[in-house]
Nanobody, 118 residues
Framework: QVQVVESGGGLVQPGGSLRLSCAAF????????MAWYRQAPGKQRDLVAH???????NYVDSVKGRFTISRDNAKNTVYLQMNSLKPEDTAVYYC????????????WGQGTLVTVSS
């Protein structure tokens, strides 16, 4: 059984930083591309960043230069370091396992809420 568990969300002031973590169990983690999505209130779920098995990375334009995705295969974990946070980054952030060619994979975490507010 595959389990995907995110952590690290919370309330942060504009300009602050947070690091999200996503641990995935029940899979051969190093064989899967990983991605982070987010869903703001009343909006659809959108891709934020993804990392291929080989380490190629892409970001949505709105987070380039501020967010960094990374993975530790030994810990079955993918991270999203978020710096210079803005109120418009407020959303529930979801980890996705198996992202491929523009489409999310089959496994999602439960989501972690990030609120950027003064």
């Amino acid at each position: 059984q595959v389990q995907v568990v995110e952590s690290g969300g919370g309330l942060v002031q504009p300009g602050g930083s947070l690091r999200l973590s996503c641990a995935a169990f029940g899979i051969s983690f190093s064989n899967y591309a990983m991605a982070w999505y987010r869903q703001a209130p009343g909006k659809q779920r959108d891709l934020v960043a993804h990392m291929t098995i080989g380490g190629r990375i892409n970001y949505v334009d709105s987070v380039k230069g501020r967010f960094t995705i990374s993975r530790d295969n030994a810990k079955n974990t993918v991270y999203l370091q978020m710096n210079s946070l803005k109120p418009e980054d407020t959303a529930v952030y979801y980890c996705n396992v198996g992202y491929y060619s523009g489409l999310p994979g089959d496994y999602w975490g439960q989501g972690t809420l990030v609120t950027v507010s003064s």
